[in-house]
């Protein structure tokens, strides 16, 4: 007779067990029930934080339900990548990996909370077909959430399993995310990555840089490694350190701590690293660290783990030969969460001791401690650049706001004062301010007081440096992004922005190899880059060159009037007027009242000759004025 207080119910059961533990249990008993106590304890909270309960934990084994399919898989996939970081702790033969295996099915529920029933049965099949690391789902768990997630799926045909009487359809999940759709957003003409000491706006990784195949778009996933020669320094990239939080919302801290490594050693001239960009393009996939140097051109890359309490805070990293994959340093901090800062110096200056990098004349002093002292304006202004990062109005707005905070707790904060300036920067250019110029006077007020505080930051000279040339004050403007490019001569960023400066100012040709060394670091690039690569060629009397790599700019941010108006001068001077004609009349759709002679375009321009010349040409494709 059933049990009254029994009941049915539908629901996604996840099953998952330890690969090898006997084999590990024999090797140290102690240390793999440690390490097993610990795992469980992770599985448990991601079980949590996604509406499940764990049900049993029998030996090395795990079960939990889940009222959500969708939630079940997402879940599952967090668990393996969780523990996935955690296992660069580990010695390769103790580290600990799990099958997870996810059914949607009626299942028999006790009044302790037990469950049973082919649900189960056929979850724990799933798992026992899973590989190590991996995931397993049914066809009834895919029907389910096919659609709802970004995650890719195998079939892996239907399966006889043990104890069911008909075959079960089989899919693997794959952990990293399917291409997303290309989104248009207005943009204004250049954003800075000033990662963790700045700010960066980025607009997506457009595929791998190769001169000769410039408008041929490649994953970050492609074998192009071969195409990027070492380069002669040290070389490194710094891949985004997994949020390991309750709270999967704190993701900026996690990456602002990544960005903040990543500023802070691109500092340093004898030493190579890969830009913001680039290295983000990998965020949430479980990559190879050989691959990674392969497809990156680099020789060593970090990789690592932040976990946030409300107090606490532990991190995770170790540094890796990406030919070899062998461990050269590895360390995990357990400290108060007032110490990140310090983490964040010890984390960089073990990787120059490490890669023995030598330091030049006041390197170590330029290199670290940018950031404020102060814990609560560091995490405000963290906010304010992830707000910044999704360039909206109301997004701009809240930057502002949280960079303005910042500098209320820390008045000497200056790449607070970076952030400020660059919000109120791209407000006016964006045509969000009421005033856009008082927006562009208060953006060189902070840059130039950020560089006053500080001579050594770069990011401050490039930025009050662009907006100087936008109000064509273009002597001032110049002089300080040639500061700029000589203090930064390794941050991507700055190399393109200045780059791009002095390609409308006279000095195409030099701005040429600066943008090429800015691609070199960010073989990944945010597509604006094409716009400052399209304009070194085209003030370099290369017309014709210049038309693909500002196409692909276009291309990619239709909304950008720069590679608008740089592309239709280009059409005009390699006699395809009727292009240019098509393109003038898409410039005038971004903004009507723009006229010839006058637009954002032609006033950063200081070279009469230039200013005449890109006149004449948008004129000749049918712009006023």
Not at 41 to 55: K, N, Q, S
Not at 103 to 122: C, H, M, Q, R, S
Not at 540 to 568: K, M, Y
Request: proline content about 5%; glycine content about 8%; some cysteine.
């Amino acid at each position: 007779m059933t049990d009254p207080r029994s009941r049915r119910k539908l629901a996604a059961i996840l099953s998952a067990d330890v690969v090898g533990y006997s084999r590990l249990m024999a090797a140290d008993e102690a240390a793999t029930v440690a390490t097993l106590k610990s795992y469980r304890d992770i599985i448990a909270r991601l079980v949590v934080r996604h509406g499940g309960r764990v049900i049993n934990a029998p030996g090395d084994a795990l079960l939990a339900e889940f009222p959500s399919a969708v939630e079940a898989v997402q879940a599952a996939v967090e668990v393996q990548k969780s523990l996935e970081g955690h296992n660069i702790d580990l010695e390769p033969e103790r580290r600990m990996r799990f099958r997870i295996g996810v059914n949607l099915g009626d299942v028999i529920e006790e009044a302790d909370g037990t469950i049973y029933g082919d649900g189960v049965n056929i979850a724990a099949r799933m798992e026992a077909l899973a590989e190590a690391g991996g995931v397993c789902i049914s066809s009834t768990i895919y029907d389910a959430v096919e659609g709802k997630l970004s995650f890719g799926f195998d079939f892996l045909g239907e399966q006889q399993v043990k104890n069911i009487s008909k075959p079960v359809r089989v899919y693997r999940v794959r952990g990293e995310p399917r291409p997303a759709p290309l989104r248009s957003k207005r943009r204004v003409r250049w954003q800075i990555t000033i990662p963790a000491s700045a700010l960066i706006v980025a607009l997506g990784a457009v595929g791998a840089w190769r001169y000769r195949d410039l408008w041929t778009p490649a994953p970050p996933t492609a074998d192009v490694g071969a195409a990027l020669k070492l380069p002669q320094e040290p070389s490194i990239a710094i891949l985004p350190l997994q949020n390991m939080s309750c709270n999967p919302q704190d993701d900026w801290f996690s990456d602002g701590m990544t960005e903040t490594l990543i500023t802070d050693l691109s500092r340093l001239k004898n030493l190579f690293v890969i830009a913001r960009n680039s290295s983000f393009s990998y965020k949430g996939k479980s990559m190879d660290v050989r691959q990674v140097g392969r497809e990156l051109g680099v020789r060593y890359v970090l990789e690592g783990s932040v976990q946030r309490t409300s107090e606490w805070l532990r991190v995770n990293a170790q540094l890796v030969e990406a030919q070899t994959g062998r461990h050269l340093w590895a360390e995990r901090y357990d400290r108060k969460l007032d110490d990140v800062l310090e983490i964040q110096d010890d984390i960089a200056q073990n990787i120059v001791t490490e890669l023995q990098v030598t330091l030049l004349a006041g390197e170590q002093a330029r290199a670290w401690r940018k950031t404020s002292r102060n814990r609560q304006a560091y995490e405000l202004y963290l906010k304010g650049r992830e707000h910044h990062e999704r360039f909206t109005r109301e997004d701009m707005l809240s930057a502002q706001a949280l960079h303005e905070q910042a500098l209320q707790l820390d008045p000497k904060f200056t790449m607070a004062m970076v952030g400020l300036g660059m919000a109120h920067y791209q407000q006016g250019d964006a045509g969000w301010s009421s005033n856009p110029r008082d927006s562009y006077l208060k953006a060189v007020a902070l840059g130039q007081k950020a560089a006053a505080i500080d001579p050594s930051l770069g990011d401050a000279y490039v930025m009050f440096g662009s907006v100087l040339l936008t109000l064509e004050r273009h002597s001032e403007g110049m002089a300080a992004t040639d500061r700029a490019l000589a203090l930064s001569p390794n941050q991507a960023d700055v190399l393109a922005v200045g780059g791009w400066n002095l390609a409308g100012n006279g000095r195409a040709q030099e701005a040429i190899p600066l943008v090429h060394r800015a691609l070199r670091l960010n073989p990944i690039p945010p597509d604006w880059y094409y716009g400052a690569l399209g304009d070194s060629l085209l003030f370099s009397n290369q017309p014709d060159e210049a038309i693909p790599v500002h196409r692909r700019c276009v291309e990619r941010i239709p909304d950008f009037i720069w590679c608008q108006l740089g592309l239709t001068v280009a059409y005009v001077e390699s006699g395809k007027l009727e292009q240019a004609t098509i393109q003038a009349r898409e410039a005038m759709r971004i903004n009507p009242k723009m006229t010839a002679s006058d637009n954002t375009y032609v006033r950063t321009m200081g070279i009469p000759e230039d200013r005449a010349r890109v006149v004449k040409a948008l004129r000749q494709a049918g712009l006023p004025g």
